[in-house]
């Protein structure tokens, strides 16, 4: 089966793979998450042509953002307030992996004049500063979505917890509120109470939660003495904190469910929608073997469900989700025990 340009079509061969991420119907439930593949316009053609779901641009950071209104108020005259250390930092530095804001509206509009996949943009931060603005540029530049990454550590210790959820929650309805898209908050692991607080951000008008942002430690360099970053892929072993939280969520908020961190293989594609997940997004394993690799977890997918006789995602999404199983507690504490208590009894016979 062909569609509208001439691609084979993944999702209509064989069962239904089509999903339903953000109220949006993709016709697989592989998305390309942010990453420079994504910021391609050759690299999101290629992976277009492989079948992918959706593709979620990489970030524009809230640092660029304040660089470049700070270096219009200057360029305008109006700068003689401006805070001369805003032109420092990591803005220069970002401008080398994603070249500004008109740079990025621009590929909005050229991946939407080229993909079939839906388009999502992302904007990354942590506070509210003047998002909404951009996030209505984003919408009205054609994104289908928008992802809001909420990537920061809470190092103040004058800041309680209650006062750092408080001020996301603002900002995704600030966000949610100004465009009319959907908006889905990328979130760490490291939030206390995630499942309530998950209600919270879905109640403040997040359409969808992606789970989880990799946080990248530092690194101490002992030649130097110097702290500085070190990048280093995933791998599968890293799925099963994302596998846990969508079992714990799918039927319990109502919002769209992405898992992200670890998803290698369509076995990992598989085990994330049977825990509950809309979408498994993949980012590491696409920048290892290219954007061609989304055919292989496509594919594997398919012959998996033909194998089962599933005839569709949605049939299968969920299965085996905390509300589902006949065990629900083996994704809490109990999973803990179980698992030093099996470790043990190999390592003592
Ligand atoms: C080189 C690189 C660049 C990334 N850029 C972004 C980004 O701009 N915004 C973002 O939200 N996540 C970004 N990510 C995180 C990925 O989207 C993804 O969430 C993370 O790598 C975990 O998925 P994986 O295990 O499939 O790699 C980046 C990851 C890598 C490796």
């Known amino acids: 089966m062909t569609e509208g340009n001439g691609h084979r079509s993944p999702a209509t061969a064989g069962p239904d793979l089509s999903a339903d991420y953000l109220g949006l119907r993709l016709r697989s439930p592989v998305v390309a998450s942010c990453s420079p593949?994504?910021?391609?316009?050759?690299?999101?053609?290629?992976?277009?042509?492989?079948?992918?779901?959706?593709?979620?641009?990489?970030?524009?950071?809230?640092?660029?953002?304040?660089?470049?209104?700070?270096?219009?108020?200057?360029?305008?005259?109006?700068?003689?307030?401006?805070?001369?250390?805003?032109?420092?930092?990591?803005a220069p530095v970002l401008d080398?992996?994603?070249?500004?804001?008109?740079?990025?509206?621009?590929?909005?509009?050229?991946?939407?004049?080229?993909?079939?996949?839906?388009?999502?943009?992302?904007?990354?931060?942590?506070?509210?500063?003047?998002?909404?603005?951009?996030?209505r540029m984003l919408a009205d530049a054609g994104s289908d979505a928008i992802e809001l990454n909420l990537y920061q550590v809470a190092a103040d210790p004058n800041r309680t917890?209650?006062?750092?959820?408080?001020?996301?929650?603002?900002?995704?309805?600030?966000?949610s509120g100004a465009c009319d898209v959907p908006v889905a908050v990328k979130l760490s692991p490291y939030w206390s109470g995630l499942a309530h607080f998950a209600g919270r951000l879905v109640d403040a008008g997040a359409a969808g939660l992606v789970l989880?942002?990799?946080?990248?430690?530092?690194?101490?360099?002992?030649?130097?003495?110097?702290?500085?970053?070190?990048?280093?892929?995933s791998t599968s072993d890293e799925l099963r904190l994302p596998l846990r939280w969508m079992a714990i969520l799918h039927g319990r908020v109502a919002a769209s469910l992405a898992a992200t961190s670890g998803v290698h293989d369509s076995a990992d594609v598989l085990k994330v929608l049977l825990a509950g997940a809309n979408v498994a997004m993949t980012t590491s394993a696409l920048l290892r073997h290219g954007p061609e690799h989304v055919r292989v977890l496509v594919d594997g997918v398919r012959d998996w469900m033909v194998e089962r006789?599933?005839?569709?995602?949605?049939?299968?999404?969920?299965?085996?989700?905390?509300?589902?199983?006949?065990?629900?507690?083996?994704?809490?504490?109990?999973?803990?025990?179980?698992?030093?208590?099996?470790?043990?009894?190999t390592f003592l016979h």
């Not at 470049?68 to 305008?76: F, H, P, T, V």
């Not at 006062?163 to 900002?171: F, P, Q, R």
């Open 37 to 90: 593949l994504t910021g391609d316009l050759a690299s999101l053609r290629a992976l277009d042509l492989a079948g992918v779901g959706a593709v979620v641009l990489p970030s524009l950071f809230e640092e660029q953002l304040e660089h470049e209104a700070e270096e219009l108020d200057r360029y305008l005259g109006l700068g003689s307030d401006v805070n001369p250390e805003a032109t420092f930092g990591y």
């Open 161 to 175: 917890g209650r006062s750092i959820e408080d001020e996301t929650l603002a900002l995704v309805a600030s966000v």
């Open 212 to 233: 989880f942002n990799r946080f990248y430690q530092p690194d101490i360099d002992l030649e130097t003495l110097s702290v500085g970053p070190r990048l280093v892929l």
């Open 309 to 345: 006789e599933y005839t569709s995602v949605e049939q299968l999404t969920g299965s085996v989700s905390q509300i589902n199983v006949g065990d629900p507690a083996a994704f809490e504490r109990a999973n803990y025990i179980d698992t030093l208590t099996r470790y043990a009894s």
């Open 96 to 135: 080398d992996y994603n070249q500004g804001s008109v740079q990025y509206l621009k590929l909005i509009r050229d991946a939407k004049a080229t993909l079939e996949a839906p388009v999502i943009s992302s904007l990354n931060g942590s506070t509210r500063g003047g998002w909404t603005e951009y996030a």
